[in-house]
């Protein structure tokens, strides 16, 4: 079952959000950020809490270095692990999109099976949502989204800007961990939703093939995003 948790503004999804993650920091769990603006305020909120326990990743990357101004790692230093003091600063693997696309998928995912082993269950993955209900690197009608082997694949075309390779989670992945949660806002953003997380949802949409089993699905929105679904 989905769990929709609507709040009056994006503010109050950030602080929801920011919530969450800082509570499975200090359980120690495996956390894959989210790229995209909306979670930036999220990670703002979490540069006094203590993440030493941690160990953070990410669903998606672009296929550039890291101080890249596309790159999703970049942002999450900008917003987050810059400020962190020293003994709250979690252990950090980010995608290596400097090597290519290929390389940087093929590393990411060995590194994950190193980790985690052969059937890695993430505690906490965190996601947005595109106006074309794309997630992750996921886009409508594009290879990535059919991958039924991988954990992690090159997406060598993005289905929107900024038009660079990237590398991505697969829904396997994505669907194997323990608590996936959507943060989406602001009106553009409603008619996604609706393809999303709508009863029928639309199997055109990848984000409506995010359904986490045995795990959680929690959809953090703004009262503009949820006018996309009927409660
Ligand atoms: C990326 C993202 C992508 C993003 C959505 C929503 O790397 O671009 O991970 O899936 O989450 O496009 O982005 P916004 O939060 O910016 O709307």
Redo the contacts with the bound molecule.
């Keep these: 079952m989905t769990d929709f948790q609507i709040q009056a503004d994006a503010a109050g999804v950030a602080a929801a959000a920011a919530e969450r993650i800082g509570s499975v920091a200090a359980a120690g769990g495996h956390i894959a950020l989210?790229?995209?603006?909306?979670?930036e305020r999220a990670y703002e909120l979490l540069r006094e809490t203590d993440l030493h326990g941690a160990t953070l990743w990410f669903?998606?990357?672009?296929a550039v270095g890291p101080e890249a101004p596309d790159s999703?790692y970049a942002m999450a230093a900008r917003s987050l692990l810059d400020h962190l003091a020293e003994p709250h600063r979690p252990r950090v693997h980010r995608i290596e999109g400097e090597l290519g696309p290929e390389a940087a998928a093929d590393r990411y995912q060995a590194l994950i099976r190193a980790e985690m082993g052969e059937r890695p269950e993430f505690d906490l993955v965190l996601?947005?949502?595109?106006?074309d209900a794309?997630?992750?690197?996921l886009f409508p009608g594009k290879p990535a989204v059919g991958e039924s082997g991988r954990l992690v694949v090159a997406v060598p075309e993005a289905g929107?800007e900024p038009w660079v390779p990237?590398v991505t989670f697969t829904l396997p992945l994505l669907n194997a961990a323990r608590e996936v949660i959507f943060?989406?806002s602001?009106a553009d953003?409603a008619p996604a939703v609706a393809r999303a997380f709508g009863e029928p949802a639309d199997p055109g949409s990848p984000a409506a093939h995010v359904r986490p089993d045995p795990g959680q699905l929690v959809v953090m929105l703004d009262e503009e995003a949820a006018a996309g679904i009927v409660r």
């Design positions: 989210a790229g995209g603006s909306t979670p669903s998606d990357d672009r999703n996601l947005g949502l595109g106006p794309h997630t992750a690197s929107m990237r943060l989406v602001g953003k």
